[in-house]
């Protein structure tokens, strides 16, 4: 046993929040806002105006507010006590037990509606079209409105991270954690470069870049990329404003050994396709569950107008109880959804089977056995690895470190490396 990194690396940060945190923690609020506004207008105005039905959309509007508060309150914490030590693994899943008790509590509204509909099918009561048809267009509005507050357009894969961290932990073991992207700075005689691979909105090309005054002709200067499959191609770059850039486009995938030829000399490059989080490992529960709120809302609200218009259209009453057992049912299966996803975050289920097994190829390519693998989810984006590997070569932890470089999801990743004998 031996600790690689020593007593100064023992202590870092481990802050696994989702990519546009903050944002969301405003965009929140701002609905927050919003419902609130709302609830007191009705409330104040169905009291002025002895409307009954006005005062009950409003409790029913803070029973709205107060689910997305729990959403607000679980962001604003998680970004008040990411740095705090007692959280071992950060705040990260702050989110998800947030939506987990939302989940929760969308399961017992659905299971309130669903009994005040099956009782008032059996027991009509008597019902005031001209008050309740508006109030439940009103609320459809707030709900449309609250749901393009929180979508807002933004779709955060969370595998930004800002930080890195390392400690030991039995046979040649090393945690750590840096960013990756799609730069690599070249040393020439005459100075430095920079070649990356841009594709911020536009296909894929190669840019290469002088660093210290140097100047780059797009005549002096190709790249030809070598895949492992041995396939071959030459980039002919073109002149830019300040830069090279490559004619042709960059096929996928990304991984690939780039010989930069400028002037007589040659550079090889070595560029590696990076792994993401997918799919729940990546998904941002919290706001999840307060979209789902207001979906839920507003889908009610669309099944209870519709319902109201064919009662009073055609004197079928017992639409309005069947539009909210229909809405129930809706509303349960999102909750039970809801409740499934964010339950396995919290009791540590692998995330990603898919990145396990990629895992477990770049660890046993080179005949190494991989004799233990733990994946979890730390917070969006953010997953922990716990990689233990039975090896008769002489690798330590860092080659393995390497070797999984590219799964830049990996924010904390522990490797424990025993040799045969």
């Given amino acids: 046993m031996n600790d690689t990194n020593g007593a100064a690396e023992a202590f870092h940060s481990h802050v696994f929040l989702g990519e546009g945190h903050e944002k969301s923690e405003r965009k929140t609020w701002a609905v927050i806002w919003l419902c609130g506004a709302m609830m007191i207008a009705e409330i104040v105005g169905g009291l002025m105006f002895g409307s009954i039905a006005l005062v009950a959309d409003g409790m029913h509007m803070s029973t709205h507010a107060g689910a997305l508060l729990l959403a607000a309150l679980a962001y604003t914490y998680a970004r008040k006590f990411a740095n705090d030590p007692r959280f071992t693994f950060g705040t990260g899943k702050l989110g998800d037990l947030a939506g987990f008790?939302?989940?929760?509590?969308?399961?017992?509204?659905?299971?309130?509606?669903?009994?005040?509909?099956?009782?008032?099918?059996?027991?009509?009561?008597?019902?005031?079209?001209?008050?309740?048809?508006?109030?439940?267009?009103?609320?459809?509005?707030?709900?449309?409105?609250?749901?393009?507050?929180?979508?807002?357009?933004?779709?955060?894969?969370?595998?930004?991270?800002?930080?890195?961290?390392?400690?030991?932990?039995?046979?040649?073991?090393?945690?750590?954690?840096?960013?990756?992207?799609?730069?690599?700075?070249?040393?020439?005689?005459?100075?430095?470069?920079?070649?990356?691979?841009?594709?911020?909105?536009?296909?894929?090309?190669?840019?290469?870049?002088?660093?210290?005054?140097?100047?780059?002709?797009?005549?002096?200067?190709?790249?030809?990329?070598?895949?492992?499959?041995?396939?071959?191609?030459?980039?002919?770059?073109?002149?830019?404003?300040?830069?090279?850039?490559?004619?042709?486009?960059?096929?996928?995938?990304?991984?690939?050994?780039?010989?930069?030829?400028?002037?007589?000399?040659?550079?090889?490059?070595?560029?590696?396709?990076?792994?993401?989080?997918?799919?729940?490992?990546s998904r941002d529960n919290n706001m999840r569950a307060a979209v789902v709120h207001v979906i839920a809302d507003a889908a009610v609200s669309v099944l209870v107008i519709v319902g109201l218009l064919l009662a009073r259209a055609f004197g079928w009453l017992w639409m309005d109880p069947l539009a909210g057992i229909v809405g129930a049912f809706v509303i349960a299966s999102w909750a039970v959804s809801l409740v499934r996803d964010t339950g396995a975050i919290l009791l540590d289920m692998n995330p990603d089977r898919n990145m396990a097994g990629k895992l477990r190829q770049a660890v046993e390519g080179d005949g190494d056995q991989l004799a233990d693998l733990h994946l979890w989810r730390l917070g969006p984006g953010h997953l922990g690895a716990i990689v233990s590997v039975v090896t008769a070569q002489a690798h330590e932890a860092g080659y393995y470190k390497s070797r999984l470089a590219r799964f830049t999801s990996l924010s904390h990743l522990t490797v424990e490396v025993t040799h045969k004998s």
């Avoid at 536009?202 to 041995?230: C, H, K, M, N, Y």
């Fill in 101 to 281: 008790t939302s989940a929760i509590i969308l399961a017992m509204i659905a299971l309130l509606i669903g009994y005040e509909s099956v009782a008032r099918l059996f027991a009509p009561v008597p019902i005031h079209f001209a008050e309740a048809i508006p109030i439940a267009c009103v609320g459809l509005a707030v709900n449309i409105a609250s749901a393009w507050l929180l979508s807002g357009g933004d779709h955060h894969h969370g595998h930004t991270h800002g930080h890195d961290h390392g400690h030991g932990h039995g046979h040649g073991a090393h945690d750590d954690h840096a960013d990756h992207d799609e730069a690599h700075d070249i040393t020439t005689a005459s100075g430095s470069v920079r070649l990356e691979v841009f594709e911020d909105g536009v296909p894929p090309r190669f840019r290469l870049r002088a660093q210290s005054g140097q100047t780059l002709t797009a005549q002096a200067a190709t790249i030809e990329t070598v895949r492992p499959d041995g396939a071959r191609q030459v980039f002919v770059m073109r002149d830019q404003d300040g830069y090279l850039e490559s004619l042709a486009e960059i096929p996928e995938l990304h991984a690939f050994t780039a010989n930069v030829r400028i002037g007589q000399n040659n550079y090889p490059v070595t560029f590696e396709e990076h792994e993401h989080a997918q799919g729940a490992a």
